[in-house]
Nanobody, 124 residues
């Protein structure tokens, strides 16, 4: 069983930065693949990026070049750094984890373990 707890959300002005964290606990193999998602009010959940088992990272086009994902394997924490934030980045941000394969894009909804989310609000 896997537990995921997100933190670091808050309010930021457009153009600012924010770093989110997702602390994982439980079965290590089931946290091999980790990803970030977001869901804005009235919209479907959107995949943001995946940290693969080989350390490679894949991003959605909407955040590519502005967001970065990193992972502290020792502490089992996944980070999402939001740079050059925009009002359209306002959403609840969720992390997800699972055993391989490490899904990306539309297939990423297949991740089996999810956190409760942390709210990010970007004001213009």
């Amino acid at each position: 069983q896997v537990q995921l707890v997100e933190s670091g959300g808050g309010s930021v002005q457009a153009g600012g930065s924010l770093r989110l964290a997702c602390a994982a606990s439980g079965d290590t193999y089931s946290t091999t693949c980790m990803a970030w998602f977001r869901q804005a009010p009235g919209k479907e959940r959107e995949w943001v990026g995946t940290f693969d088992s080989d350390g490679s990272i894949t991003f959605a086009d909407s955040v590519k070049g502005r967001f970065n994902i990193s992972r502290d394997n020792e502490k089992k924490i996944l980070y999402l750094l939001i740079n050059s934030s925009r009002p359209e980045d306002t959403a609840m941000y969720y992390c997800a984890a699972d055993a391989p394969p490490c899904y990306t894009d539309y297939a990423a909804t297949l991740f089996g373990n999810w956190g409760q989310g942390t709210q990010v609000t970007v004001s213009s």
